[in-house]
RNA sequence: GUCCCUGUAGUUCAAUGGAUAGAACAUCAGCCUUCUAAGCUGAAUAUCUAGGUUCGAUUCCUAGCGGGGACACCA
């Protein structure tokens, strides 16, 4: 890759190890690439003005670097410089097409297996927007752990056995069988209202666990309800997972691991329940088992954690994707890994919540915004839209290109903000598909496909001196930086940065567009142009994917 | 109470310790006889407070104030 191999040469011609220390001017005025003098001033006691020279001279004379560089400019403490138009539209471009899909990826994994555990959903509750971040979330991160070289597998364990379901069975059996979502909040405001239901619940919960009679009957039902329904979801979203895991396959399994790790001391009984005391290590304690005998969510962890091991032998590395709301859980429960021995390498890949501009979302009052609601709305919205622009278009055509649309803009609006943040979710925003969203970015595609189509015929075979204008060269260079965007999403676990190199380097495509003519340009330039505007395509095509975006042809 | 995250423009978000703190939305003023106006151009508006480290702090440290979250039978 063309800019990372500069900066390693550059790093050599002046001795030293750290690609990090370079960065880029303000502005394309001063310059391409830059590198701040401060450290390796202080590391020799001097001021950065006092070996600029220096440097400078380095680098213009060494054979390999000058052939590429046209200028070094000393401006104050940074040495900044000015990369040759045609090297680097040669070179970039090249490498575009030459790896299409795959340009910027690296093999920083060395192929280690890695599984990534996500959308671990309850069933009996409604999949809201909360759900389709982790969701999400969890897709862009096994793309980019892929294109960074690990071998990575996506599993999901789902919630079968939660209280909630118990809840909701409860709720079916008093007739409110129209809707599963509601049946749980419904049933969780009578219990507010009236605490003896709690035994019966309680009962519901055992029969279920216990595989027996009417109660169990009715849970199979509501779950393959359930269960159905996330797959659609699913499908609509075009994801998939290699092994779904129910937390009810594990209850007997369970049992035997807590009856071990009682023994040996992990666990201890307590006020009737079974926990696993960890005050000593900081991180207070976890129930596994209730005191009425029914095992929680923890109980089921050590069931599963033994089972990706066995469907992933030779796993390097283990992620389970939950939000942060779950990292005191997670402490807990990998120390309790640790205590019992287990030698794998977890990590708690968090990220922050979704939440509603007038406050918290909450399945147990009911107060979400269901994302199959939202789907829809979202698709109604974008076909009105379509037909105003497009009155020529067949229905199907119209609806094809909106569901595709509504799913590109969901992720993306899931997806371009950073990790750790709180998502606040405005649906007024998210529909009004201006700005940093993903219509900008496949709306400007499919003007660039519109520029291909027109132009009777690629050819590739263009010559750089034809790239003359400024803007031309800044969109390259802004090619050369999207390995290094690749990289830096996988070692940060955040696809929001791909999210924003993304908007940005649409933004610089439509400033082109708009100030520099292509079909009506001299054909030498118009087809070194188009060479340009079908390697942003590749490019482009390859982040969304990263995202899990597809793109249209004509929107 | 303890622990974790967080505080940037009216709002929602950016900014490996580095050059003039960037966008989007909203507001105001413009651009379609030229490649898709879901686009482009321009105007206006911001680093919670007080210390500290540093040549340099929105960024790191300490304290305070504000917001969110987690802390035994939810997941």
Known sequence: MFLRELKKDIAKVLSFNDLNIFSYPPNSEMGDLCLPLFSFAKERGLKPNELADDFKEKIIKDKKTKEVIDEVKIIGPYLNIFINKGKLAEM?????LKHGDKYGFNNDGEN?????????????????????RNIVFGEAIVNISRANGFDAHPVSFINDLGINTAKTVWAYKKGHSENIGLCYSWSVSEIDKNPEISEEISTIMTDIEKKRGENYDLWKKTKELSVKEFEEIYDILGIGFEKTYFESDFSDRSVEIVEDFLSRGIFKRSQGAIIADLEEYGLGVLPIVRSDGTSLYAAADLALNEAKNKDFPNLAKSFII??????????????????AGYKNDFTHLSYDFVKLPEGMMSSRSGKVIVLKDLYNQVVDKISIETKKRHEDWADDKIDKNSKLLAVAILKFEMLKIAANKTIVFDIKEALKFEGFSALYILYSIARMKSLLRKSN???????????????EKNIILEMAKYPDIVEKSSMDNDPSEIAKYLFD?????NDYYQKVNILQAESEIKKARLSLIFSCVVLLENALALLGIKTLDEI
Do not use: P, W
């Not at 015929?457 to 803007?471: P, Q, R, S």
């Open 112 to 132: 280690k297996k890695v599984v990534y555990e996500y959308s671990n959903a309850n069933t009996h509750k409604e999949i809201h927007i909360g759900h389709l």
């Open 505 to 509: 380097f649409t933004k610089m495509f």
């Open 92 to 96: 970039v471009i090249s490498d575009v």
């Open 457 to 471: 015929g690629l050819d590739l075979d263009f010559k750089v001196d034809n790239l003359i204008e400024d803007i």
């Open 322 to 339: 939950v939000d942060v709301r779950q990292s005191l859980h997670f402490k807990q429960l990998f120390k309790i890994f640790e205590l």
